[in-house]
Structure formats: structure tokens, C-alpha cells
């Protein structure tokens, strides 16, 4: 049973506009949370991570929060941008173990 | 650039082949990993080797083995492989094998077993 869910396969926003990426978790045990961001034809890499004594974590454009109440995590992209067009995996894990991912949500910011 | 580079981008196989997958970590990390990726599923992580150890095996079937020669190289060889195999395979690494550790990932093997 997935442990990590991303009930929206695909968003589309317009340039400019907030980028909301949602992301569920059902392990209340998870304290460590993290978003990849990946290209076609290229591996995810890293964008945001958060811990779970934090319920917020901005780095630029990109605010990651966490309602550990919910269990559920989600990624505000502001002002959304053509080059952000991607697929965003968020993860989540129990510190010194693995990763468990979801199956991403493809999004496309239309200029 | 992420320091992690794959071969064969793309690999068609039959089910009776022999195939190797190849990953490089140009990073200077202690951890790799291989994980699988199917249509419309999660990354599922396979192996996980720390100084060239072995320390996670996800009950992946014994058709898939993994070999880390040093730190820096990772194989998975495939034999008797089934369809539903099928997959875009991705290594990644870390610095170590602490799940606070960002990984970096590599393009991935697309695979396809006839």
C-alpha cells in the first residue's frame, strides 16, 4: 500500500499565477519530507525539504508546508514560470531509513 | 550536470538475455542506489550499498543483482527477465546512507523486456 500519494497526476497554471502541489502521507511516524523536480529524459532532482519540527520552508520562489495533523505536505511555486513545467515527486521518511515516493504530478505553467 | 551518469540510456531485451545496467558517481559519495520506476507508480528503491556494502535488498526478485565494485560504480545484472520488468531504472547517490542526505539521481536506463 502506498505510503506517499499524489492524488493529482497532472496541474496546469498560467505564467505568473500559484502553482499548489499537494502531496498526502499515511505513516505518522514520517519526520523528514523532501520535493524532486524532473525533466524529461533527465534523473529528479532535489528542489525543497522540510523536517517535521518545522511547518514551513521557503527557499525563493518555492515554499514547502507541512500539516503534520493532516499528514499532508504541499509545494507553493511563486510566480509559476514556463521552465518550471516538470514533474514534482514529493517524498517522505523516517530519519536513517528510505525513502518513500509518490507518483508525481506533471506540472505545466502555459506563458 | 548532476555527477551521476547512466548506460544504456535505452535497453531492449528479451527474456531470456543477459544485460547489464552501469551507473557512475563522479560526487565522491559513500551511498548508491538503484530504484525502479513502472507506469503510474512510486519510485520503488531496490538496493542500497554504503561503502560498498550492501545494506538494504527490497525483496527484489533474484532475476535483478546488483554489484558495487567501489564506491563510485554501481551494475545491476539483469538475467531471465520478465515484461513486466519493464521500467525506467534510476541509480542515485548520496553522500551517505542517511535518509536526510540529498540524492542525486542519474537520467535512468529505460528498459523493455520483449
Known sequence: ???????????????????????????????????????????????????????????GRFTVFLNKSAKHLSLHIVPSQPGDSAVYFCAASIVGNQFYFGTGTSLTVIP | ?????????????????????????????????????????????????SLEERVENNSVPSRFSPECPNSSHLFLHLHTLQPEDSALYLCASSQDWQATETQYFGPGTRLLVL
Not at chain 1, 11 to 27: A, F, K, M, P
Not at chain 1, 41 to 56: Q, W
Not at chain 2, 3 to 21: E, I
Not at chain 2, 34 to 47: D, G, H, I, T, V
Request: proline share 5%.
Open chain 1, 1 to 59: 500500500d502506498q505510503q506517499v500519494k499524489q492524488n493529482s497526476p497532472s496541474l496546469s497554471v498560467q505564467e505568473g499565477r500559484i502553482s499548489i502541489l499537494n502531496c498526502d502521507y499515511t505513516n505518522s511516524m514520517f519526520d523528514y519530507f523532501l520535493w524532486y523536480k524532473k525533466y524529461p529524459a533527465e534523473g529528479p532532482t532535489f528542489l525543497i525539504s522540510i523536517s517535521s519540527i518545522k511547518d514551513k520552508n521557503e527557499d
Open chain 2, 1 to 49: 550536470e548532476t555527477g551521476v551518469t547512466q548506460t544504456p540510456r535505452h535497453l531492449v531485451m528479451g527474456m531470456t538475455n543477459k544485460k547489464s545496467l552501469k551507473c557512475e558517481q563522479h560526487l565522491g559519495h559513500n551511498a548508491m542506489y538503484w530504484y525502479k520506476q513502472s507506469a503510474k507508480k512510486p519510485l520503488e528503491l531496490m538496493f542500497v550499498y
